[in-house]
């Protein structure tokens, strides 16, 4: 069965620094793009950010962009996202997705909760 | 940036009904337009890829369809269990943008 399932979150003050991972099982997560999406509570859903297989392209917007990084590690088929210099609105439930062609994902984890608080 | 907008925001039907629900971009692009279904407390879930494919294990009432700038999904016939919220998604140009979605009630 394909899994993706994300750790990490917490409730971090603002100007704080977390680090989300992603894991993978029944695939390996080696063999794709991944991304990051998250969603505000109540809110829809924002991308935030995407690998490519060898970790040599990542993309972001602006929202994030110079805050967030994106990399992963081959050997242990684990994708992370290192985010720094937190605001209370980056607080939301941090989906990783696979990557299906042009874009599209079509695995999901259940996400975790990133909450930026003093 | 590709804004997408999608309407209407709440759709609401009745069983065995048909649902179409509108996802309009700011420019044209490619086919590369995504569909996913989010139920409540859950994950989006892949409903439809590169404008009309339809992912695996998703039932045949769903269809997408549309080009350049106006995609369409449509529900064929409403099931209880399609309550969600739906949201199209494009993947031609970063940054990659979701449209704001749209809420589907069983009456």
């Known amino acids: 069965e394909v899994q993706v399932l994300e750790s990490g979150g917490g409730l971090v003050q603002p100007g704080g620094s977390l680090r989300l991972s992603c894991a993978a099982s029944g695939f390996t997560l080696s063999n794709y793009a991944v991304s990051w999406v998250r969603q505000a509570p109540g809110k829809g859903l924002e991308w935030v950010s995407t690998?490519?297989?060898?970790?040599?392209?990542?993309y972001y917007p602006d929202s994030v962009k110079g805050r967030f990084t994106i990399s992963r590690d081959n050997s242990k088929n684990i994708v992370y996202l290192q985010m720094n210099s937190l605001r209370a609105e980056d607080t939301a439930v941090y989906y990783c997705a696979k990557n299906v062609g042009a874009g599209a994902l079509d695995y999901w984890g259940q996400g975790t909760l990133l909450t930026v608080s003093s | 940036e590709i804004v997408l907008t999608q309407s209407p925001a709440t759709l609401s039907l009745s069983p065995g009904e048909r649902a179409t629900l509108s996802c309009r971009a700011s420019q044209s692009f490619n086919n590369y337009l995504a569909w996913y279904q989010q139920k409540p407390g859950q994950a989006p879930r892949l409903l439809i890829y590169?404008?009309?494919n339809r992912a695996t294990g998703i039932p045949a009432r769903f269809s997408g369809s549309g080009s350049g700038t106006d995609f369409t999904l449509t529900i064929s016939s409403l099931e209880p269990e399609d309550l969600a919220v739906y949201y199209c998604q494009q993947g031609s140009t970063w940054p990659l943008t979701f449209g704001g979605g749209t809420k589907v009630e069983i009456k």
């Open positions: 590169d404008a009309s």
């Open positions: 690998i490519n297989t060898s970790g040599g392209s990542a």
